[in-house]
């Protein structure tokens, strides 16, 4: 058994649904018209921004700044979303022929949002109006300053709109208005909508920067946003921005782009400015027309990603060592890391613990900790910090992601408070990460043309998830590849039907699956073209077996193969002949050791039977077995002076040994042992044996090394010698448990573990 790593949901389904028909229901697209517009999404769709608060308002403070030759500063924030918002609404700006400049906040000496030195500054420098993008709704202080000092601000944003809302001339904020319908907009899709308001016209050519900023900033695609990135990823593909088109190369992206594409290739590029030096580089990538500048910035743009890289891990090598797992909130904490990557260390660890994470850069000469949060999907970061609120000096976020700001002196209660609301909200099987499964799939089923069917659905991410499909099969071939053996592949046949499933970073599963065994796998479906070659794979998200497993190891090196399995389970017990010898194999200090001869009747439940030795008696190991209920067994042991392929003495042979003893006696071993091999060829152990047998049954007695035929003994049958029926039981057991096949010992252990089967059978992952 191999317990999955997330919660298997699934979705609620009828059985005759087609796979198409439950993408709709998935959905709730219910209607022909709401199916049609969900696969061919239109421009208009999108509604007009006109329904926007405040933004007739904002438009006309914006064509007063132009008419009166005012200066107008577009204020940014450094991510994906800030920095495509703010080369949006710059590109607008400047086709009306506004006086726009642009400003991007130090995320290190600045943090998020607008800050007060800032706007003084824009004053002294003779701005009037100040246009906020993906930033601003939290910023009550600071839009007060704006006021005092003289100048207009204009607040886009689309982040959690607090208690209090900032003094500003205007806001357009979807969530703040009541006639706009559509409410999960990025910040890039509001700076559109504003520049959509401002053009007059619908300006289809900005589309590139809309679906980069949406995506990236992982909301919902739905909707408008939907369309946004329908759109915006054909215009990607096909850009005209240099700046893009200069970012796609050193991506190594030249094909049609995906919205995977965004996330995991141009999205980080970006965002790596921001984290390491200022993003008003990344911005003026995306704005600059000059081909030679835009591979100069896009080569210094792919070396912060590079160095990003070697930051994040060192960081998470680090913070790994520090978890406390019995913390349902980590919190960690380190004078020396880089704050702009604690967001994607957070992510990292909230994937591998299954626990909100918060990670916090010491500031030592204020004091303070600085950082950024990820959370599991049953627990909001921004419901439950704002309950805590009096504790941070900024905060601000997500339910999936926030960023804190507090005195040094506040950890330990944030801490604690943070611990108790997460044990009131959720219990132990909530903190796993969930997915969602579509169906089950049978390996005829996966076809190119399902393929496709799926890809009508795309693009796919927050709100759109790519569907994920269960697949149970018996693997035909388990392989770890990548230069680490880092990687999973899986191969399935189904006649003349071949599937691959790749697991990215699962390789270290490979060796936690058994022969022969039926593996149930979720993940979503592609198609791999190779040399020419088109076939359909599944890429793995997680993995599981709902049976017990059998691990034949039989005369192998013990160590080797039970250390992956040690550090993968809590409950390990070896069995075998001598502990000292079981502890020199894997000494840990978590396992149980135990012989044949121990008493079993306090043992609990393990997750894996490690067998060692070959036991004397068979039942003793059922009796183990059965108590214990393994979820694996390991058998691991070797035969040396095989009862099996030793064949037992005839009834004439013992009737020639014993007539030798009866004509000779006394016999003095040592010389006449060497006598009786010669005479009938035996082997030593053969003879030895014999005479064993002869003892048990009292028919001599042996003293220094002499032999006496005891004359009076009675006459017993061989099979009442203990020696005899140890030969008897000691090749039965071989036969069974060692040179039998592997099917034949899995049916062997089979019954012993049908109680734990029984009991398990309805509650696994929650199917």
């Known amino acids: 058994m191999l317990k999955s790593k997330a919660n298997w949901l699934w979705s609620e389904s009828n059985e005759d649904s087609s796979i198409v028909e439950q993408l709709f229901k998935e959905r709730g697209l219910v209607t022909k018209e709401e199916q049609e517009e969900f696969l061919h999404p239109k421009l208009e769709h999108v509604q007009s921004p006109e329904y926007l608060h405040d933004i007739n308002k904002a438009k006309e403070r914006i064509y007063e700044a132009l008419e009166n030759e005012e200066k107008v500063m577009v204020y940014g924030d450094y991510d994906a979303d800030g920095v495509t918002s703010t080369a949006l609404l710059m590109t607008t700006l400047m086709e009306l022929g506004v006086r726009a400049d642009y400003y991007i906040p130090n995320r290190f000496e600045e943090g998020y949002g607008l800050n007060e030195s800032a706007i003084r500054s824009f004053a002294e420098a003779g701005y009037t109006v100040l246009v906020t993008v993906d930033n601003g709704i939290a910023d009550v202080h600071e839009a007060s300053v704006a006021k005092q000092v003289g100048i207009d601000l204009i607040i886009t944003d689309h982040h959690e709109v607090q208690d209090t809302l900032p003094d500003a001339y205007a806001i357009i904020h979807p969530k703040l208005s009541d006639e706009y319908m559509f409410k999960e907009l990025a910040g890039v899709g509001v700076a559109f909508q504003f520049s959509h308001y401002l053009l007059e016209y619908f300006p289809v050519e900005l589309l590139d ?33 240099v700046g893009i088109e200069a970012l796609k190369e050193s991506a190594g992206l030249s094909d049609i782009i995906s919205a995977q594409d965004i996330a995991f290739k141009l999205g980080p590029r970006i965002n790596a400015v921001g984290r390491l030096e200022n993003a008003m580089l990344a911005v003026e990538l995306l704005l600059t027309d000059d081909e030679e500048s835009a591979a100069e910035i896009a080569e210094e743009v792919e070396t912060l990603n590079r160095e990003r890289q070697q930051i994040v891990q060192q960081i998470a090598f680090e913070a790994e060592k520090r978890v406390d797992k019995s913390d349902d909130v980590i919190i960690l904490y380190d004078e020396n890391w880089h704050e702009g990557v604690l967001g994607i260390v957070a992510s990292r660890l909230v994937s591998k613990f299954d626990r909100p ?39 601000g976020g997500h339910s999936q992601a926030a960023g804190f700001t507090f005195p040094y002196e506040n950890v330990t209660e944030i801490k604690r408070a943070m611990n108790e609301q997460i044990r009131e909200q959720l219990t132990e099987e909530q903190f796993k990460q969930q997915i969602q499964i579509t169906k089950e799939i049978s390996l005829s089923e996966m076809t190119e043309r399902l393929v496709e069917q799926i890809n009508d659905f795309a693009p796919f991410g927050m709100g759109n998830k790519e569907p994920v499909f269960l697949l149970k099969s018996e693997p035909t071939q388990v392989r770890q590849i990548g ?33 022969r065994t039926d593996v149930s796998i979720v993940g979503t479906l592609q198609v791999n073209e190779w040399n020419g070659n088109r076939t359909v794979q599944m890429l793995i ?57 121990s008493d079993i009747t306090s043992l609990e439940q393990t997750d894996i039977l490690y067998i060692c ?32 392929f030793q064949a037992m003495p005839s009834r004439e042979d013992f009737k020639w040994l014993y007539g030798y003893s009866l004509k000779y006696s006394p016999i003095q071993l040592k010389v006449d042992i060497g006598s009786i091999m010669q005479n009938k060829n035996w082997s030593r152990d053969k003879v030895i044996f014999m005479l064993k047998v002869f003892l048990d049954l009292k028919f001599i007695t042996i003293k220094d090394n002499v032999l006496y035929i005891n004359r009076d003994a009675d006459k017993q049958a061989l099979d009442q010698s203990r020696t005899y029926q140890q030969r008897i039981q000691q090749s039965k057991t071989e036969q069974t448990l060692y ?29």
């Open 209 to 241: 920067f809309v679906a980069i900023g949406t995506i990236a900033d992982l909301v919902p695609l739905r909707g408008e946003n939907r369309v946004f990135t329908y759109y915006g990823l054909e215009s990607i593909t096909n850009t005209l921005n």
């Open 357 to 395: 994470v918060i990670m916090l850069a010491y500031k030592k000469d204020e004091n303070v900790l600085k950082g950024s949060a990820r959370s599991i999907p049953g627990f909001s970061l921004f419901e439950n910090g704002m309950k805590l609120q009096h504790l941070f000096t900024s905060f």
């Open 483 to 515: 230069k680490q053996e880092e990687h999973l592949k899986l191969q399935f046949k189904s006649n003349d039907h071949t599937v691959d499933a790749i697991g990215f970073r699962y390789g270290s599963v490979g060796a936690l699956l058994s022969e």
């Open 541 to 597: 998200e997680d993995v599981a077996v709902n049976e017990w497993q059998l691990f034949d190891y039989r005369g192998k090196q013990q160590s080797k193969f039970f250390t992956p399995f040690i550090a993968q389970y809590d409950r390990n017990v070896l069995l075998g002949k001598d502990i000292q010898k079981m502890r020199a194999i894997v000494d840990d200090e978590n396992a149980q050791y135990i012989t044949y001869e």
């Open 613 to 644: 030795d070959l036991p004397k008696d068979m039942d003793v190991l059922k009796e183990i077995v059965q108590q214990l209920q393994p979820k694996s067994i390991h058998i691991s042991y070797h035969v040396e002076n095989s009862a099996y």
């Open 739 to 767: 040179y039998a096949t592997y099917a034949e010992i899995k049916q062997w252990f089979e019954p012993l573990i049908q109680k734990r089967e029984n009991i398990e059978e309805e509650v696994i992952h929650g199917l």
